[in-house]
């Protein structure tokens, strides 16, 4: 898939990296702002190598009928059932009235489409019927993504804003701007590229849990 401009930008919290590098009193806030730099930067930067928002995020798509059962969306998990404001809607003339909305199959026996649950790369089926050939014939609002992110991802981002913070004696270069001593300056804020660790951590994980896009 296409990763839109969405991208994740908080897959953890300052207060768990602060536990992950073993901080004595995690209510020290010296570093706060550096930090949570940090996890948006990394936190973005992971969503494009893996292709994937991990955050749930609702999103409105057009996709093309294919006449088979399955019609696979660019983000998932989907939740399901589908919450207030969310729908799938097929129209071929794309007005995409009320009359046009689908029913979600949600254990009842009955139902126009089911979503699979879990790592099934968002797909859909399509019951009693196949899904419409046609050009952009089908409008979903949607909502994809975790409640809670898989642990190898938060992993991912600890591991990335710790061993920056620890590079050269330690948060040296996790400040967003100091000022030298005799002589003036500035040092900026300079952040790792992807560590091989990180990437090896995520490629495992793309494997087992079909986390990557």
Known sequence: MALTATLDSALTTKAAVKIFLAWSDTTITTFDTAIDALISRYSAAISIYCDRVFTQTTWTEYYDGNGTVDLW???WPITRPMGAGQSINVDSSRIFGSSTVL?????????DFFI???????RVARLNGVWDSGVANIKLVYQAGYATIPPPIVEAVHLWVAKTYVRNEKAAHIITSETMGAGGGTRAFIPLEMPMDVRELLDRAGRKMRIRG
């Open 103 to 111: 029913d979600e199959e949600t254990g009842a026996g009955s139902g």
């Open 116 to 122: 699979y649950p879990g790592e099934r790369q968002g």
């Open 73 to 75: 969306l660019n983000h």
